[in-house]
């Protein structure tokens, strides 16, 4: 089992920035995948950005070169900083995990089995 808490969300305006933070235990292993997805109202979730089995990051081509993942050295702490915020960007941002993800599915939501609550962040002037 793996637990899943974000924070961090919120209001910001246009070219601003945010931090988002995802709380992971239960499991902490290399082999674990923690990604971000967001859904925004009447839209499906999708693919934000991913430590793909605890190793290099990948991002959506709609975020590469704005926003970044870093984790601590115990791997309980992954965060999201997101920078030069659009306001297509405001949506629900989850956290996500899994230990048995192949590369090919990471960016496939319903592969994940492990979901934190969610966080909002709305980016507006």
């Known amino acids: 089992q793996v637990q899943l808490v974000e924070s961090g969300g919120g209001l910001a305006q246009p070219g601003g920035s945010l931090r988002l933070s995802c709380a992971v235990s239960?499991?902490?292993?290399?082999?674990?995948?923690v990604g971000w997805f967001r859904q925004a109202p009447g839209k499906e979730r999708e693919f934000v950005a991913a430590?793909?089995?605890?190793?290099?990051?990948y991002f959506a081509d709609s975020v590469k070169g704005r926003f970044t993942m870093s984790r601590n050295n115990a791997r309980t702490m992954v965060y999201l900083q997101m920078s030069g915020l659009k306001p297509e960007d405001s949506a629900v941002y989850f956290c996500?995990?899994?230990?048995?993800?192949?590369?090919?599915?990471?960016?496939?939501?319903?592969?994940?089995?492990?979901w934190g609550q969610g966080t909002q962040v709305t980016v507006s002037s």
């Open positions: 239960g499991r902490t292993d290399s082999r674990l995948t």
């Open positions: 996500a995990a899994d230990a048995t993800l192949i590369l090919s599915s990471m960016r496939l939501p319903a592969q994940y089995d492990y």
């Open positions: 430590f793909w089995r605890g190793g290099t990051p």
